[in-house]
């Protein structure tokens, strides 16, 4: 089992930056793909990032590419997400997930374990 645990969330303006993290318990957290979803008011979930377990494969909605970068630290437990030149649209709570697969899967339902999510604001 994973318990996962965000921060890093804030109000930043548009166009500013924010760094989420993801910690995680347990000692195989480098089993584990991980990923990052958001939620924006009114809608559903929705994929952003993920990352396998090595690190070396990743992917991005298209709507963060280029300005997103998933990355993750195995001796630390954790998981980060780099969001720079932010827009009022990215205006969501940002969840992490971990997934017993070890590629980097993009859909929902094969993510086991989910963080209680951080809140992430863009101002325009």
């Known amino acids: 089992q994973v318990q996962l645990v965000e921060s890093g969330g804030g109000l930043v303006q548009a166009g500013g930056s924010l760094r989420l993290s993801c910690a995680a318990s347990g000692r195989t957290f480098s089993t584990y793909a991980m990923g990052w979803f958001r939620q924006a008011p009114g809608k559903e979930r929705e994929f952003v990032s993920t990352?396998?377990?090595?690190?070396?494969?990743?992917a991005y909605a298209d709507s963060v590419k280029g300005r997103f970068t998933i990355s993750r630290d195995n001796a630390k437990n954790t998981l980060y997400l780099s969001m720079n030149r932010l827009k009022p649209e990215d205006t969501a709570v940002y969840y992490c997930?971990?997934?017993?697969?070890?590629?980097?899967?993009?859909?929902?339902?094969?993510?086991?374990?989910w963080g209680q999510g951080t809140r992430v604001t863009v101002s325009s």
């Open positions: 990352i396998s377990s090595s690190g070396g494969d990743t």
């Open positions: 997930a971990a997934s017993t697969m070890k590629i980097a899967p993009a859909r929902q339902f094969l993510y086991d374990y």
